[in-house]
C-alpha cells in the first residue's frame, strides 16, 4: 500500500524553465512534508519542506504547495538548471509516527 | 559542523553471514533513523532511535535489529545476510522533533 505516490517516474526540462514535481498522499494523518533530491550512490539531501498549517513555502529557486483537501503538494523549481538534475523524492510524515515515508521518486534532467 | 557519518561505505558478504553497520549523527541529533533503498521499493523505513530507545520500527523480518548508544551513535545489524539484502543502507539523524531528517551518504550492502 504506497500512501505516498510520485506518478512521473521521470521529467525532462530546458535550462531556465519551471519544473514542477508532483506528489499525492493518502495517508490523512500525515501533517509534515518534505522534498528531498539525491544523486547515485549518495544520501538524499533535504530540500523544503512544509506544515500542513501552511499552504505554500518557498526558499529560494524551490517553491513547495499544498493542497490539503486534493492530498497533493508539488515542487517548483524556477529557473531549472543543469545542477539540479537528479531524483527527488516527496516524504511525509505525521502522527505520533516520526517516521518518514517516501515516494519512489523523479527523476528530473535538467538539458542545458 | 560535520554531517551524519556512516562506515563502511562498501561492504560485500556472503549469503548467511550478518553485517554490522555504523552511523554517526550530527552533533546534537538524538533521533537516528535507518531507511533500506532498493530499485524495487524505493526508500524504505527500518527503525528509529530516540534516546537509546526504539521508538518506530517498520515492517521487515526480526534479521533487521540495531542499536543506539548513549552517545546518539547507531548501529544496525543484518543476521543470515540474504541476496536481496543487497541494498543501499541509509542513515538519518535529526534534533528530535517534527523537522527535516539529514541524511548520510550511506552504506552499500552487495550479498553474493
Known amino acids: 500500500d504506497q500512501q505516498v505516490k510520485q506518478n512521473s517516474p521521470s521529467l525532462s526540462v530546458q535550462e531556465g524553465r519551471i519544473s514542477i514535481l508532483n506528489c499525492d498522499y493518502t495517508n490523512s494523518m500525515f501533517d509534515y512534508f518534505l522534498w528531498y533530491k539525491k544523486y547515485p550512490a549518495e544520501g538524499p539531501t533535504f530540500l523544503i519542506s512544509?506544515?500542513?498549517?501552511?499552504d505554500k513555502n518557498e526558499d529560494g529557486r524551490f517553491t513547495v504547495f499544498l493542497n490539503k483537501s486534493a492530498k497533493h503538494l508539488s515542487l517548483h523549481i524556477v529557473p531549472s538548471q543543469p545542477g539540479d538534475s537528479a531524483v527527488y523524492f516527496c516524504?511525509?510524515?505525521?502522527?505520533?509516527?516520526?517516521?518518514?515515508?517516501f515516494g519512489k521518486g523523479t527523476l528530473l534532467t535538467v538539458n542545458p | 559542523k560535520a554531517g551524519v557519518t556512516q562506515t563502511p561505505r562498501y561492504l560485500i558478504k556472503t549469503r548467511g553471514q550478518q553485517v554490522t553497520l555504523s552511523c554517526s549523527p550530527i552533533s546534537g541529533h538524538r533521533s537516528v533513523s535507518w531507511y533500506q533503498q532498493t530499485p524495487g521499493q524505493g526508500l524504505q523505513f527500518l527503525f528509529e532511535y530516540f534516546s537509546e530507545t526504539q521508538r518506530n520500527k517498520g515492517n521487515f523480518p526480526g534479521r533487521f535489529s540495531g542499536r543506539q548508544f548513549s552517545n546518539s551513535r547507531s548501529e544496525m545489524n543484518v543476521s543470515t545476510l540474504e541476496l536481496g539484502d543487497s541494498a543501499l543502507y541509509l542513515c538519518a539523524s535529526n534534533p528530535g522533533g517534527r523537522t527535516e531528517a539529514f541524511f548520510g551518504q550511506g552504506t552499500r550492502l552487495t550479498v553474493v
Open positions: 516524504a511525509a510524515s505525521g502522527g505520533s509516527n516520526y517516521k518518514l515515508t
Open positions: 512544509i506544515s500542513s498549517i501552511k
